[in-house]
């Protein structure tokens, strides 16, 4: 037989195989991921998360997802997030869940206060934990990852000691924190992060609670000069995409996406950015005018004691979704112990 006249059946598997490879092609076309957040363009998440998320998309798909980014508020404001990522206003979005209190019950046990330690394992611990909740609590959206940074007081006048906060204007992180000032008898002062340090030199905040380094990087510490020197709080994140957007995709797209939606990733976002934050430490403690307030080991104990209604409402806050609340802290904090995160 000469190379003109082979057999029928390899003839038909030879086309079949270029038929595919021709379907393969026009699965893949080219597609925009608008990605959307609310931080400067210059943020260390932004460059240490974002960027490199989205150049491994890029990468992954060989081109075929295109992923432009869009910070500061370009698209909608900061607690618009979510729901700009369900209406597909953008692809993909960055959400603090916390700027819209009560609304997500659940995750919001990753902001409750001293319960989280180091960001990385924390943010990997966290991730794995809400993965059973998500598919209800944000149904509206496709979940990537859920991730963490932890912070503490940061203010005109030192903080130590619970009893300081009665009487004082705190700009809270979240909901659960400005649960946890109204305990302590502060006022809550709601605005977003990018808002902050014009609150705090107009006089409509006395404090802020915020992580680090992004004291210094949203310029707040020339409103600012004391540091509480301790693990207060956390604020819990997630990255989010439009649904429609997913369920368009090609089978190969789908699994890139998948690739770069899932714990590992959680776990690089969670500890890049949070060591970044923790850098911010010493940065403040060696810069002049600045102090970082000590909080002695009978003063911790007093906040955490202060603190403990916080976890009450939590649970019962779970409860009323359907979900066992003390189950599912148990199961959070086995989670972090795993991780060596709390």
Known sequence: MNRFHRPAWRTAAALALSLCALGAQAQDKSVELKFAHWLPASHPLAKLGFEPWAKSVEEASKGSIKVMLFPAQQLGKAADHYDMARDGIAQMTWVNPGYQAGRFPLIAAGELPFLLGKPGPSSAALDQWYRSYAGNEMKDVKLCFAHVHVGTFHSKTPISEPGQLKGMKIRSANGTVAQTMSLLGATNVQVSAPESRDAIQKGLADAITFPWNSIISFGIDKAVKYHTDMRFYASAFVWVMNKPWYDGLAAGQKKVIDDHCNNTWASKVGA???????????????????????????????????????????????????????????SLRKELAARGAQ
């Open 272 to 330: 890049s950015w949070g060591d970044e934050e923790d850098s911010g430490r010493t940065t403040l403690e060696a810069r002049a005018g600045h102090t970082l307030v000590k909080v002695t080991p009978e003063q911790l104990g007093a906040w955490k004691k202060a603190v403990e209604p916080v976890y009450t409402k939590w649970v019962e806050a779970a409860n009323a979704t359907g979900v066992n609340g003390t189950a599912a802290l148990d």
